[in-house]
């Protein structure tokens, strides 16, 4: 721990010469007086870090003199990509990892340069939970993460959801962990299963995981996660739309149908769509998840959509429709006194 403080240190005066003990305290975590003896301890490894009094002081390292610490080391640089999602990286235990890679690029880069980096991290930030949603760290997401680096096949139990009531169940398999994905705040982790069949899982629902017994896999260098991910979203995204509602729609309604359901669905949708008829109304099979879900995104159209079909989901909108008509139907009600 403390060697790993000590390369830091130095990496930090050399990157920004002129830091004070208390700003090298800040950036290590320690105390002012352990600065100092680790500038003591760093002087007698050979390393000639000094520190200078007046108001150009702090810790400088003698002219002329680099450190040979700045090779980054490949976890180090594969982090790097990963720099603007600093919660990802906490969630994933590599941050201390970035930190060191962040230092070492930044020690080794000419002064212009190193603004010119800077000045990018002020300006560009990637947040990639979604609104009203607390992000999720999953307990065992760095021990997966651990084995998706080191390309260790791993025994995982999964709580696979219920349906139709019915309560969760867990599955175990053996499988190799090709990568980490994550989506909206939520994170996935892309497997191929011994038989060569890929699956993706939730990693908030891996309720156990062990290393498995043996070598690491061979890793298919073919495989492209980000291009697996996309083709597999979308699969996967079609094959949640398993019911299809009939419905009517205005040309406003029309126009306003893709910011309410399902992208998946709504080229598929369009395409079915009919010629407008005498009202202007165009009708056309929509594919949804289900009727609920179907209700909650319609609702919103208001009258600019009618429901032809299933019954159980034009019964839902008539209902509403009573419900609304009970509601505002009458007389306005008087300001309530206080």
């Given at each position: 721990?403390?060697?790993?403080?000590?390369?830091?240190?130095?990496?930090?005066v050399?990157?920004?010469?002129?830091l004070t003990?208390a700003?090298?305290?800040?950036?290590?975590?320690?105390?002012?007086?352990t600065?100092?003896?680790?500038?003591?301890?760093?002087?007698e490894?050979g390393?000639?870090?000094?520190?200078?009094?007046?108001?150009?002081?702090?810790?400088h390292?003698?002219?002329?003199y680099?450190?040979?610490?700045?090779?980054?080391?490949?976890?180090?640089?594969?982090?790097?990509?990963l720099s603007?999602?600093p919660?990802?990286?906490r969630?994933?235990?590599?941050s201390?990892?970035?930190?060191?890679?962040?230092?070492?690029?930044s020690a080794t880069?000419?002064p212009s340069?190193?603004?010119a980096?800077?000045?990018?991290a002020?300006?560009f930030?990637?947040?990639a939970?979604?609104?009203?949603?607390?992000?999720s760290a999953?307990?065992?997401?760095?021990?997966?993460?651990?084995?998706?680096?080191?390309d260790?096949?791993?025994?995982?139990?999964?709580a696979?959801p219920?349906?139709?009531?019915t309560?969760?169940r867990?599955?175990?398999?053996?499988l190799?962990?090709?990568?980490?994905?994550?989506?909206?705040?939520?994170?996935?982790?892309?497997?191929?299963?011994?038989g060569?069949?890929?699956r993706?899982?939730?990693?908030?629902?891996?309720t156990?995981?062990?290393?498995?017994?043996?070598?690491p896999?061979?890793?298919?260098?073919?495989?492209?996660?980000?291009?697996?991910?996309?083709?597999?979203?979308?699969?996967?995204?079609?094959?949640?739309?398993?019911?299809?509602?009939?419905?009517?729609l205005?040309?406003q309604?029309?126009?306003?149908?893709?910011?309410?359901?399902?992208p998946?669905?709504?080229?598929?949708?369009?395409?079915?769509?009919?010629?407008p008829d005498?009202?202007?109304?165009v009708?056309?099979?929509l594919p949804?998840?289900s009727e609920?879900?179907?209700?909650a995104q319609?609702v919103?159209?208001g009258?600019?959509?009618?429901?032809?079909?299933?019954?159980?989901?034009r019964?839902?909108?008539?209902?509403?429709?009573?419900?609304?008509?009970?509601?505002?139907?009458g007389?306005?009600?008087?300001?309530v006194?206080r």
């Amino acid at each position: 721990m403390r060697a790993a403080r000590l390369i830091r240190m130095a990496l930090l005066v050399q990157s920004s010469p002129g830091l004070t003990a208390a700003a090298l305290a800040r950036e290590l975590g320690v105390s002012a007086r352990t600065v100092k003896r680790d500038a003591r301890a760093l002087q007698e490894a050979g390393v000639p870090i000094r520190a200078e009094r007046g108001r150009a002081g702090g810790y400088h390292l003698a002219p002329g003199y680099r450190t040979r610490l700045t090779t980054l080391r490949p976890t180090e640089a594969e982090t790097l990509y990963l720099s603007g999602l600093p919660a990802a990286l906490r969630d994933l235990g590599l941050s201390d990892a970035a930190d060191n890679a962040r230092l070492k690029l930044s020690a080794t880069l000419l002064p212009s340069l190193r603004a010119a980096a800077e000045s990018s991290a002020r300006r560009f930030h990637l947040d990639a939970p979604a609104w009203f949603r607390e992000p999720s760290a999953p307990q065992l997401l760095p021990e997966l993460a651990r084995a998706v680096w080191s390309d260790r096949p791993v025994e995982l139990a999964y709580a696979r959801p219920g349906r139709d009531g019915t309560p969760p169940r867990t599955v175990t398999r053996l499988l190799e962990p090709y990568g980490l994905v994550l989506k909206a705040g939520v994170w996935y982790v892309v497997c191929r299963l011994p038989g060569g069949a890929w699956r993706t899982y939730r990693v908030d629902r891996v309720t156990a995981l062990s290393p498995a017994p043996g070598e690491p896999f061979a890793r298919d260098p073919s495989f492209d996660l980000a291009a697996h991910w996309q083709a597999q979203a979308a699969v996967f995204a079609r094959a949640l739309l398993r019911a299809t509602a009939t419905v009517r729609l205005t040309e406003q309604g029309l126009r306003r149908l893709p910011a309410v359901v399902d992208p998946a669905g709504v080229t598929e949708a369009l395409a079915s769509a009919t010629a407008p008829d005498a009202t202007g109304r165009v009708t056309l099979e929509l594919p949804v998840e289900s009727e609920e879900v179907a209700f909650a995104q319609l609702v919103g159209l208001g009258g600019e959509v009618e429901v032809l079909a299933p019954a159980g989901l034009r019964g839902r909108f008539r209902e509403h429709a009573q419900a609304l008509a009970a509601l505002y139907g009458g007389d306005r009600p008087q300001a309530v006194q206080r």
